[in-house]
């Protein structure tokens, strides 16, 4: 294939060339002169169906939460996927940034059109809670970068609902529903993203006209990085720092026009723009937004928290001072699911291509294996696998949870936020982590060809690396979470309750070293027993400052290394104990063989963690180096027991070729046809010289220069 394209510049004359041109992106699908690329799907991936032993919709039904589930989301895709009008003709990472951005407008406004016609009218409003993340699935088989209409289902309509009263709901939920209006959350500003009460937007309230005047003092008060901001958005959430009577009384939220309704064209005051090339999100015109005394009305301000009454005098409603935050925290909760079926679609691919690829030699002379039989490519892979289904289950359960809490505060009842709080910081900054380091795993895991675009690989890790930063950063989570641990182990210390996450401590406080037993359960105990380790550890050190002098916060500040891997370690532990109880659970009923291969993805995500833990484990537990050495041997018999099903536990996640958009993963296995083929869309194989050689290149050979 490569001889005939490569020689056809040199065997021709310059005007024949030309004419054969026209016939060159076909021609570079002729393998020979009479054989074309074949169209038919790739023989080792039959082979690799033929020999899975487990009913593989069995899976895809437990992952989806049920068969009533897996059916409804197949008919929102079909309904979805039906609509071949959004197909990209150039493939959307070809095209310069405008045309991306208004390449992606277009696409966003068919797809909403389809979802408000069509899917809408199937489910109701039900498709922006249980079936929202078939939506995200489905939307993925029309943008291969992000939308820019995401903040506005995700974060716009969420903090209305949430933070809104009843009649500011009534007013904007509708026009936000139907897309009258369309709307992001600005937070962040140059100078500030982590530490939000030093926020320095202010919104100070003038009682003679009824109005806050939105005011950006200086340019780290602008705000940057809001999704859709730069050019899509006519509204938005605006966070800033609420001044009333002459007093400041922190961070609210308040929904601002930016656009006129009519021309899209910025209000006056309003300074808005896109902040420019990222490594990721080009298509999601990330924005800059700056006021200068911008005034709006008083009911504009989100006051089911807290409201401002028309005198301008303060109230606060809520129980709770971080009600605010709650957006945050829905965001933190949903994305734990986002990174799931990110990580599952990286998996897909890699494995499939893994099972087509063949490379080296085993034993010489002898054909050369799929790349899949190597065992290191094992490793590297079925704990991808394995992770997206931990990661699935503990979401579910984690939004279980945040729904519970969120009735209990309906009623006015807080008690369990701090828990919840600390659950989904933790959850968020693991599983964000986890996934983006394990994307690029499966990148490096399909070799050179797993650089390509095509691949959609380099696309997934460029917005799951975003993640780990986004809506709060990793460390500073962790942190979040460590407050809640220390206090816990304090309360656990001095004979108090404490909540059922960490019920362990009451066990570990004694001081006993746990003894290693290589059972699923054991391995989870001994999970605990090493985030008991480190908790204990950080607050000996942290006694150990404070009798030496420091202030608590010092004290805390120089524990800081100690504090994340404790929070680390107490989430890892949560993540095994729900993975395991849920797969225990959901396989109840399951056919013997279902049940076998989802025992072994577990008990290899709980081996891996054991054996990724080793100095922990012989730290903190009375694990012994012969422990670890049968932990090591299971961990390798589980790699043998799970290959011949590997193409089968992908397949079970169940992603139409349109959603996976990769040349690598496709059902079919075509992989070296496929990546001939969107090779040849390039823009640069349009024409058979690029006028650079005239140019330049011609100039420069010919020392003309
Ligand atoms: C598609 C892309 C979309 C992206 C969108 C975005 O990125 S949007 C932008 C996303 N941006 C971000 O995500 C920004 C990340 N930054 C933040 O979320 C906050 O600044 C912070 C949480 C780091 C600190 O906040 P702070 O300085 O106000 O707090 P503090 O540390 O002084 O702790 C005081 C107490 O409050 C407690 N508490 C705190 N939060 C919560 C909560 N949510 N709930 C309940 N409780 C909470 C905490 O546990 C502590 O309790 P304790 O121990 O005293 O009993
Ligand atoms: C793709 C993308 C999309 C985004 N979309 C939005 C959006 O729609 N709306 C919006 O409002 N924002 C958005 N953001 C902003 C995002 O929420 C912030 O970037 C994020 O919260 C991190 O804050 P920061 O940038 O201030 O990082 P910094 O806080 O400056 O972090 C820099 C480093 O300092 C460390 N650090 C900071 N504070 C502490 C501490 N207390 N202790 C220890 N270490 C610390 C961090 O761990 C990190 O290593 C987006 C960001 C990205 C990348």
Redesign the pocket.
Known sequence: MGTRCEGLRDSLSPIAYYEEYSHFRLDCLKIDDNKELSMSANEDLAKERARCDFNVSEITNILDGGIERTKQRKKIESIALSNGKCCDVTPEETLGPKERYENAIRKSCLYTKIVKDQVLTLTGLEVLGSNSSVLRRTADAFFKD?SPF??HL??FVPTIMGQGTPEQQSYWLPRALDFQIIGT?A??ELGH?????GLETTATYDPDTEEFVIHSPRLTSYKW?A?GLGKTSNYCIVVAQLYTQGKCYGIHPFIVQIRDEDTHMPLPGVRVGEIGPRMGFNTADNGFLGFDHYRIPRNHMLMKNSQVLKDGTYVKVAS?S?LT?GT??F?RVMLVNEVAFNLAKAATIAVRYSAVRRQSEKISGEPEPQIIDYVTQQHKLFVCIATAHALQLSSNWLWKTFSAVLADMRGGNTEN??EL?ALSSCLKALSTSDSAALIEQCRLACGGHGYMLSSNLPLLYSFVTATRT????YT?LLL?TA??LI?AWEQAESGNPVTPTVSYMEEAVVGNKYKWNGSAEGIIKAAYYVAAGKISSSVTSIRKRMKNGKAFEDAWELTGVQLVAAAEAHCRAVICDVYRKETVRLTANSSPNVKTVMDQLNMLYLSHWALERTGDLLRYTSTTEDDIISCQQRYEELLAAIRPNAVGLVDAFDFPDEILQSTLGAYDGRVYERLMEEALKSPLNAEPVNRSFHQYLKPLMQGKL
Do not use: A
């Open positions: 992000i995401l903040l995700g974060m959350y937070q962040t993203g982590t530490f939000i009460r990085w999704g709770h971080k935050y945050m925290v965001v936020l701090p709080h986004y809506e709060g950063d500073v979040q407050r809640f206090k």
